[in-house]
């Protein structure tokens, strides 16, 4: 049974290519107003850039700012959920964040969250609200991910797996006993190279209260060539392969974790495929590819599913080739509808000043 000091938050934190990042990290890492902290950089031997040099020109700095320090080298390459994998069994700490190197955390993002879970003891994780700008435009805010996030169900189970909430790393603190617990193996699934927030979260949210604290405490920045966003050859290839790897770690994660009962996985299991269909139809609808639309049409029936009139209305369009323009059009005159809510909204909060 593994034991945690009293007190003490652990940061894990994945670096590959960071060097761009790492002194803002960094940076933002010594501001903390929460003294104990052990920081865990773990960085990918086939980083190119000076990544290493740069985390370990900070060893002296964390130092000194009173937090422990250490640095591990992956030697073997396997992706970000390798890298937290290889940083879980170095984790001493009561509390536990994974913040992206090439993020920030606000300087009371640590403190507040401990109180939060000092203060509920019956509470195994905590959130926060967070702040996404553009990398080159830091100081120009996209959103906040509240904005279409369920932010104030406690039980995030169910919300974790079929997105109605976000999972961004550096937004949660989890108690460290109760992740441990609920990951017997003490490690998470790397081979698939992603997916480590599923893996930590939605383990340690089953039948678990999860606080929300209504402030961004997190500074995620928007960058095209990271891992969420980047296009690896053709976009819509692309983007159904990400679909698929999604669909994969959840069935892992489900088959897995030993709290659910076998109708339990089952059920879960089937639905997410039916999430993961629905997505890959659309994907097909958007792109106009009758063929790929025709056999998840298919894998809907076989699921005695109605894809709905809409969609039956698009997949004959698609073989006609213009489906994807009717959802483009749809897209634009959504945004549209947004983007003036959002400013007679803001005249509104302006007015009442």
């Known amino acids: 049974m593994r034991s ?36 865990i950089i773990v960085n990918d031997e086939r980083s190119t850039d000076n ?54 955390l606000m300087p009371t993002s640590i403190e507040k969250r401990v109180e939060f879970l000092n203060r509920n003891p019956d509470y195994a994780m905590v959130r926060s609200d967070y702040v996404a700008v553009y990398d080159e435009k830091p100081d120009v805010i996209a959103g906040y991910g509240s904005d279409r996030a369920d932010v104030q169900n406690e039980d995030i189970f169910d919300n974790l797996i079929f997105e109605k909430t976000f999972c961004t790393p550096g ?28 893996q930590l979260l939605i383990p340690s949210s089953y039948k678990n209260k999860v606080g929300y604290i209504d402030e961004p405490l997190y500074k995620y920045f928007i960058r095209p060539d990271s891992h969420s966003h980047r296009i690896d050859g053709d976009e819509y290839l692309s983007h159904k392969r990400r679909m698929l790897s999604y669909q994969e770690i959840l069935h892992h994660i489900i088959n897995g974790f030993h709290l659910l009962s076998e109708d ?65 059009g749809y897209s634009l005159f959504a945004l549209l509808s947004r983007k003036l809510s959002g400013k007679v909204r803001r005249c509104g909060q302006l007015a009442e000043i």
């Open 4 to 39: 945690f000091e009293k007190g003490k938050v652990s940061i894990i934190t994945p670096c590959y290519n960071g060097e761009p990042f790492l002194d803002r990290y960094f940076d933002a890492i010594c501001k903390q107003t929460y003294d104990k902290i052990e920081l």
């Open 264 to 328: 339990e996985k089952a059920d879960y299991l089937t639905r997410i495929d039916l999430k993961y269909i629905m997505r890959r139809l659309n994907l097909a609808l958007r792109y106009n590819k009758p063929e790929d639309a025709k056999m998840e049409m298919q894998a809907m029936e076989r699921m005695n599913v109605d894809p709905g009139i809409s969609r039956k209305g698009l997949y004959l369009l698609c073989h006609l080739g213009v489906s994807g323009y009717i959802l483009m």
């Open 171 to 198: 937004c949660y603190m989890v108690r460290s006993s109760v992740l441990f617990e609920r990951i017997p193996a003490g490690g998470i699934y790397w081979e698939n190279r992603g997916g480590q927030n599923w």
């Open 51 to 104: 990544s290493e040099m740069v985390c370990l020109s900070w060893k002296p700095k964390v130092e000194a700012r009173g937090y422990e320090f250490r640095y591990i080298l992956q030697k073997t390459y396997k992706g970000v959920a390798g890298a937290i994998n290889e940083g879980l069994p170095y984790v001493t700490g009561e509390f536990l964040i994974w913040p992206d190197c090439d993020d920030t």
